[in-house]
């Protein structure tokens, strides 16, 4: 298998980082190849902006559709081309990041804004009666896997379904959702560590352990079960799930197919 991990922390002794080490060890220890995007070593980019698409004539920025135009048309900057090649190359994606503020760091937002371009890592189909957009569980990354490696201050129990902060799996549904199963991805249950400012010793070794046994059992973990949207549960163009499916529920958690809906 082919692995990039995509790493977002500034300090290369912080535990996020030994995590995304833990991890190309791991992989590489059962014969994977593992690529490594470190984003503040690379001084990514994290602003999308008129120097993203040169070739790009129009005097209003129109950041969609410069961004379908610069991509089939070859003219995406040559940072993000390498990016989406790495993309193309690997099997499996890891994003590592410390949970701030409720979302990732700027300059993995920033990554996934540039590099998931209009036609690579999305797309809007014209309506009609079998299909309507490469997305959601369709498109260029499909059939590859992905899962979220973070780590938050919190003690687990503030982000359990009563906790204060609300549920971790609610909390990262708009990466594990919104990103990676929209652009195709399958997507793995996240590997969380919680109270990452008070890790001991003990605890970073039971942490590494853990990490250790979910890169090997990566093939063979069962992904989210999110609704595809053109998989037939989805009005068309509404793109509302149909009433019969999952009666007067709302949220989140509607997206997830569960075996009796």
Same mark, same amino acid.
């Given at each position: 298998m082919?692995?990039?991990? *995509?790493? #977002?922390?500034? @300090?290369?002794?912080?535990?996020?980082?030994?995590?995304?080490?833990?991890?190309?060890?791991?992989? @590489? #220890?059962?014969?994977?190849?593992?690529q490594v995007s470190d984003l503040y070593a690379m001084n990514w980019k994290s602003s999308v902006d008129r120097d993203d698409f040169p070739a790009y004539k129009p005097e209003r920025l129109f950041v969609c559709a410069a961004s379908k135009d610069a991509t089939q048309n070859g003219t995406l900057t040559?940072?993000?081309?390498? @990016?989406?090649?790495?993309?193309?190359w690997a099997d499996a994606l890891l994003l590592v990041f410390p949970?701030?503020?409720?979302?990732?760091?700027a300059i993995l937002k920033g990554w996934v804004e540039r590099v998931f371009s209009f036609g690579f890592g999305y797309g809007i189909g014209e309506y009609n009666d079998v299909h309507w957009g490469d997305r959601y569980g369709e498109g260029t990354l499909f059939g590859k896997r992905a899962m979220l490696i973070t780590s *938050?201050?919190?003690w687990q129990t503030h982000y359990s379904a009563r906790g204060i902060n609300g549920p971790i799996d609610d909390l990262l549904y708009p990466i594990n959702h919104g990103i990676l199963f929209y652009s195709g991805y399958?997507?793995?249950?996240?590997?969380v560590v919680y109270r990452s400012d008070s890790l001991d010793a003990q605890g970073f070794a039971q942490v590494s352990e853990n990490l250790r046994k979910r890169t090997?059992?990566?093939?063979?973990?069962?992904?989210?079960?999110f609704r595809r949207q053109n998989g037939g549960d989805y009005a068309i163009p509404s793109l509302e799930l149909h009433e019969e499916l999952s009666?007067?529920?709302?949220?989140?958690?509607?997206?997830i197919k569960k075996a009796d809906n």
């Amino acid at each position: 298998m082919k692995v990039l991990i *995509v790493l #977002a922390h500034p @300090e290369k002794s912080s535990l996020t980082c030994s995590l995304a080490h833990i991890a190309k060890e791991s992989f @590489e #220890a059962i014969g994977d190849e593992v690529q490594v995007s470190d984003l503040y070593a690379m001084n990514w980019k994290s602003s999308v902006d008129r120097d993203d698409f040169p070739a790009y004539k129009p005097e209003r920025l129109f950041v969609c559709a410069a961004s379908k135009d610069a991509t089939q048309n070859g003219t995406l900057t040559d940072d993000v081309v390498a @990016e989406q090649q790495k993309l193309l190359w690997a099997d499996a994606l890891l994003l590592v990041f410390p949970f701030w503020w409720f979302s990732v760091p700027a300059i993995l937002k920033g990554w996934v804004e540039r590099v998931f371009s209009f036609g690579f890592g999305y797309g809007i189909g014209e309506y009609n009666d079998v299909h309507w957009g490469d997305r959601y569980g369709e498109g260029t990354l499909f059939g590859k896997r992905a899962m979220l490696i973070t780590s *938050v201050g919190g003690w687990q129990t503030h982000y359990s379904a009563r906790g204060i902060n609300g549920p971790i799996d609610d909390l990262l549904y708009p990466i594990n959702h919104g990103i990676l199963f929209y652009s195709g991805y399958e997507v793995l249950p996240p590997f969380v560590v919680y109270r990452s400012d008070s890790l001991d010793a003990q605890g970073f070794a039971q942490v590494s352990e853990n990490l250790r046994k979910r890169t090997a059992s990566f093939k063979e973990t069962i992904p989210i079960n999110f609704r595809r949207q053109n998989g037939g549960d989805y009005a068309i163009p509404s793109l509302e799930l149909h009433e019969e499916l999952s009666p007067g529920c709302s949220g989140m958690g509607l997206h997830i197919k569960k075996a009796d809906n």
